[in-house]
């Protein structure tokens, strides 16, 4: 069991405990969700930030094109084998009929939660007019989310941006369309398709949506410390927090995040050695979850972001990045850490 690991704490002033969150019949242990990230969420990434609290964990985005279903990423991207529960699939697609047939599909599966990505900026999803692009067409909007809603027995919650662009905004008519669909849940990336991930994701407008909607909202972006969640879980009424890139190696920030906003309690970091475990055991699964193959050239950015704020990876990145076997990655990887844990001497 790798975390949450004990490690210095400060304390401040505790705000009230929240009660756990429902999404329709399911009940999240934590209110700090890992985001979808394609490329990155996947089983072992997942279960890793499960372990430190995550209270939901979204899958990489599945392509509800039915002839991708078979294809080595759908599956991939589907299996939650010996994850903890409950297990949210994302789905992307313009067809509501492929849209609702892959959520049936992903439910068979054992999808718990579907969620319709209708935010993802990507040129190849929106050319599909899948993912932000939908933004410009409520119509098909609302038949989507009725559509799926209707074909499976989960709660199904839908993730999206705060318009196509800032000329185009529309959240309030998709918070809307969204309710009225029985869409169990709705997270909000606070930025528009056209901003892409650049400036400071704004919280603005999900606060001015929280006065018209009652299903849970879940704010998104840039949010990637206990303060900022408690900030941004005050000033828009949202009922949780959804974290992306503040998790790329370092799990333990679910835990950091639920805990102050439980207790007000402020916990630092790992200590060097959990932190080296925590890593190692990352690996691992990544190596046996893709293989010997492919296993170590996933592991590498993880091993980057896992290690990037520590002392003299500069030296040590470049042998790291170039292993390519699992084995050797491992044993890269522990001699730096060794040095970490031993006094530098003058040479
Ligand atoms: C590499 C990468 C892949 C992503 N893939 C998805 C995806 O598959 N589905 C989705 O809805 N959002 C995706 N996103 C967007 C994130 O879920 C999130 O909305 C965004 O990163 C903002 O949150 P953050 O500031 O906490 O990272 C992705 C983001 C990144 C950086």
Not at 51 to 72: K, Q
Not at 230 to 256: C, N, S, Y
Not at 311 to 324: I, M, S
């Amino acid at each position: 069991m790798l975390g949450p690991a004990a490690a210095p704490r400060t304390t401040a002033e505790s705000p009230p405990i929240p009660p756990p969150l429902r999404i329709g019949a399911l009940e999240l242990s934590s209110r700090v969700l890992l985001a979808p990230m394609a490329g990155i969420t996947d089983r072992p990434f997942r279960h890793l930030c499960r372990e430190f609290g995550a209270g939901l964990a979204f899958s990489e985005m599945l392509s509800a094109n039915p002839e991708l279903r078979h294809t080595r990423t759908s599956a991939e991207r589907l299996d939650h084998k010996n994850e903890p529960r409950p297990f949210a699939v994302q789905i992307a697609g313009a067809d509501p009929d492929a849209l609702a047939d892959f959520a049936r599909y992903a439910v068979d599966q054992g999808a718990d939660l579907i969620d319709i990505n209708l935010g993802c900026p990507a040129k190849k999803v929106c050319r599909q007019a899948a993912g932000s692009a939908l933004l410009r067409d409520e119509a098909l909007v609302a038949r989507i989310m009725h559509r799926v809603v209707r074909a499976v027995s989960v709660p199904v919650s839908v993730k999206t941006r705060t318009g196509w662009s800032p000329k185009e905004r529309n959240l309030e008519q998709i918070g809307r369309i969204a309710q009225d669909a029985g869409v169990a849940m709705l997270t909000v990336h606070g930025r528009t398709r056209a901003c892409g991930y650049r400036g400071q994701a704004e919280h603005d407008s999900l606060a001015a949506l929280r006065e018209h909607i009652r299903i849970p909202l879940v704010a998104n972006g840039d949010i990637d410390t206990p303060e900022i969640a408690h900030k941004v879980l005050e000033q828009t009424g949202a009922d949780a927090v959804m974290i992306g890139r503040g998790a790329l190696g370092k799990p333990w920030i679910f835990d950091r995040i639920a805990r102050f906003l439980a207790t007000g309690e402020h916990v630092g970091p790992p200590e060097i050695a959990q932190r080296r475990d925590i890593l190692i055991a990352h690996l691992e699964a990544l190596h046996a979850f893709y293989g010997e193959a492919r296993g170590p050239r996933v592991a590498r950015k993880h091993i980057i972001w896992h290690c990037q704020d520590l002392p003299r990876f500069d030296k040590a990145r470049g042998a790291l990045l170039k292993a390519q076997s699992a084995a050797e990655q491992r044993r890269l990887l522990l001699s730096y850490f060794a040095t970490l844990m031993t006094p530098e001497t003058d040479a």
